[in-house]
Each structure stands twice: as structure tokens, then as C-alpha cells.
């Protein structure tokens, strides 16, 4: 069975930074493409960023320059170092692979 769980979300006030973590058990991550997505209330789920299972990363052109997403093999997990957070940055952001999908961490970025 496979179960991706999220962490890292909470309150942070503009300009301030968050590390989110997915981990996973029933999947090994290095064998998948990885995306972190985020919906904010009202709005479509919308792609954040993406790590290849062969090295590569993109994101989307909102964050780029401010968020990082990397993996460790050793932990199966990937990370969302998100910098510079703006309130448009406030969203539930949820860990994807393949068809699974995490329960979402809510990040909220407000004074």
C-alpha cells in the first residue's frame, strides 16, 4: 500500500521560508517523476515543481528563483525549500507520484 505523507506546512510571514517534506512507504521514489503541487481556495490545483527520476527539475514560472525541490534516495523523500514566501503562495501543497497523492500541508504566508 502505498502512502505519501506531507509535513512542513504552517504559518510564515512574508518573506519568510518553509521546507516541506513528502516521504513515502510502498513506493521507491527514485524510480518516479515527483511533482509537489498547491490549490489555493478558490483556484485549480496547479504545478509547482517537478524532479525526473533522472535528474532533472523544472517549476512552474511563479516560484522559480524561490523554490527548490530536491530527494533523498537514503530517506525516500523529496523536499520543497520554498524562500521569498508571498501570500500568493498561500495554498495546501501536496506531494505527487505516478497516481498517489499525499493529503495536502497547508502553507500560509501572512503578517
Known amino acids: 500500500q502505498v502512502q505519501l505523507v506531507e509535513s512542513g506546512g504552517g504559518l510564515v510571514q512574508p518573506g519568510g521560508s518553509l521546507r516541506l517534506s513528502c516521504a513515502a512507504s510502498?513506493?521507491?521514489?527514485?524510480?518516479?517523476?515527483i511533482y509537489w503541487f498547491r490549490q489555493a481556495p478558490g483556484k485549480q490545483r496547479e504545478l509547482v515543481a517537478t524532479?525526473?527520476?533522472?535528474?532533472?527539475?523544472d517549476y512552474a514560472d511563479s516560484v522559480k528563483g524561490r523554490f527548490t525541490i530536491s530527494r533523498d534516495a537514503a530517506k525516500n523523500a523529496v523536499y520543497l525549500q520554498m524562500n521569498s514566501l508571498t501570500p500568493e503562495d498561500t495554498a495546501v501543497y501536496y506531494c505527487?507520484?505516478?497516481?498517489?497523492w499525499g493529503q495536502g500541508t497547508q502553507v500560509t504566508v501572512s503578517s
Open positions: 524532479s525526473t527520476s533522472s535528474g532533472t527539475t
Open positions: 505527487h507520484v505516478w497516481s498517489y
Open positions: 510502498g513506493i521507491t521514489f527514485s524510480l518516479y517523476d
